[in-house]
C-alpha cells in the first residue's frame, strides 16, 4: 500500500492518558499510564498494585496446608492448578509418592481448568473487539465444567480441592459420566467457535499483523503460556517438565510462529483441543486406589531449596519454597506467567493505534491478581 | 488446524535427562562432589581454578565463586556482586552454556544478608543453572541489573527493589511497582514491622 505524507497545519504532540484502572479491558484493576500522539501508542507503562496483597508474606506466616488455599486468588481462573503447584512442591520435598488415582484426577481437573479459563477467555476476547455473541458462548460452555466442580469439591471458582499428600475428597460417582458429557457437548460447540469468530473477516483485520512479538523477545521477555508458543517459542510446561499424569499422555503442543494477535488466539484454540485428547485418554483409565496419603498435621519441610514448575492456563507458574525446617516457609516466591507476560505489552503495542492495545491485551489474557499477588 | 502443530514435534529433541544436565554443566564448572546426599557434611566446595579459565573469560577469579548442589534441584553458584554482571553476561552468551530464558528472579532476605536469586534455562540445551548474589549491606543494597541481558529482569527488579529495597545500577526505571512512592521500608524484609496491617502470631 502507498503511504502519502500530507502537510497539515496541526502540530504533532504528545499526551497521557489513563486507560483503566476500571477499564473493560483490562479485565480488573489494572491502570495503564499510555503516552500517545494522536491515536499512535509511543509508550505504555503499567501501574500495578491496586489488589496487591502480599501473599507471599501471608505464607511465611502460615502453615503449608494454609498456602494451598491462598494461591486460589492468585490466578482465580486457574485455581486448581495453582494449587496443584504448591501441593507438588511440597509432596516433592517430602518425597512423597502420591497415589495414581490423584495423579490422574489432577490432571483432568488441571484440564477442564484450562477449557474452562480459555472459554471465558475466548468469550471476552471476542468482546473486547466488538463481538458480544461470543460473551455467551464461551459463558454457556465454561457453565458446564464449573458444575462438575461443584459436584465434585462444592466449589466453582476457588476450589481448593487438591491438598499436599492428595485430593480433599473422592471423584463425585457422576463425575466421569458428566467430564464424558461435557467432551461431546463440547467437541460440538468448539467448531461453532470457529464459525462464529475465527473467520470472521472484521476479526482477521483486528487482529492479524498485530502486537508482533518475535521468538527471541519473547524468550528474553520470560514470555511464557500460549504467548510465548504463538512466537514458535515451544515453552509447554506440560511437555518439557511434566507432572502428575502427564507424562502418561500424549498431546501436540501448539504452536505458530507469527507471533501476531491471532496467533495467540489459534494457539488457546488449538490447546482446547489438546486438553479434551488428554481428558479422553485418562476418563476411562482412573486407576482404582487411595485419594490421599496420610501426612503429619503440621508439614515441616527439610532445610532446602524447592522449585516446582506447573503449566496454568497462562503460562508458566513457578513455586520456589525456601525452607529452614520449620513449619513455615522462610521465603516463598509465586512467579506468576502474568507479570512476564505484562512485561512485554509495552514492547509490542508501541507504535500500534489504542485499539489495537485492546486486542493485544485480550490476547495477552492478563488476570490482575495473578500479576499483583 | 490441528494438523498444524506435527510440523514442531522435533523442536523437543534437545531435551536431556537430569543427569546428563548435571555432567554436562559439571564440565564446564568442575565440581569434585557430585553425589547427592542430603545428610553429607556440607558440600560447598570451592572451586581453585583449572579448567574454569577456557569457559569463563579471566575477568572472573573462579576461586570466589562457590558451586553447591546440597538442598536443590538445581546447581548453585554463589557469584560476588562484583563480578556478578560478567558472569551473568557469559553464562547467557556463551554458546554451551546458552542460558537465555530468565524464568525467575527472587529477592531473599538472608536473616544478615540481602541477596537476589537468579533461575535461569536454557531454550536450546533445556538445562537450568541458579545464581545466588548476596551483600550484607542492609543500608544501601545494590546490584549490577541484568536487564540488558534479559528483559524480563526489568520488572522483576522493581519488584525486588519495591519489597527488599536493594537498588540495581543501569536500570532504566528503578521505582516502586506495586506499592506507592510515599511508601515507607520495604515489606518482605524480616525486619519490617507495621503494627496496623501485619498480623503477627
Known sequence: METKTVETNFKSEEYFINMGPQHPATHGVLRLLLTIDGEIIKKVEPDLGYIHRSIEKMCERDSYQQIVHLTDRMDYLSSNINNEAVCLAVENALQLEVPERVKVIRTIIGELTRISSHCLWWGVMGMDVGALTTYFYGFRDRELINDIFEETCGARLTMNYNVPGGLMFDIHPNFIKRVKDFIVHFKTKLPEYDRLLTGNVIFHKRTKGVGILSKEDAISFGASGPVGRASGYSCDVRKHHPYSALDKVTF??????????????????????ESLSIIEQLI????????????????????GEYYQRVETARGELGVYIISTGTKNPYRLKFRSPGFSNLSLLNHIAVGGKIGDLVATMATLDLVIPDIDR | MKDSMKDFDDLDKDIMTNQELQELIGSWFPIPAME??????????????????????EKIDPSLLEFSEEGSQFLNIMVQQEQLHSLMSQLRNNIETNLD????LTGVDWGTDLGVVYHLESTTHRHSLVVKVKTPDREYPTFDSVCDIWKTAEFHEREVYDFFGIKFNNHPNLKRLFLTDEWEGFPLRKDYVDEINMVIK
Request: hydrophobic letters at 35%; aromatic letters at 8%; proline letters at 4%.
Open chain 2, 36 to 57: 547427592k546426599e542430603s545428610d553429607a557434611p556440607k558440600v560447598v566446595e570451592t572451586e581453585e581454578g583449572s579448567e574454569e579459565d577456557t569457559v569463563l573469560e
Open chain 1, 284 to 303: 476411562d483409565n482412573i486407576p482404582e486406589g487411595e485419594y490421599r496419603v496420610a501426612t503429619n498435621a503440621v508439614i515441616k519441610l527439610p532445610k
Open chain 2, 101 to 104: 530464558y530468565l524464568f525467575c
Open chain 1, 252 to 273: 501436540n503442543e501448539a504452536l505458530k510462529t507469527e507471533g501476531d494477535t491471532f496467533a495467540r488466539y489459534l494457539v488457546r484454540i488449538q490447546e482446547m483441543w
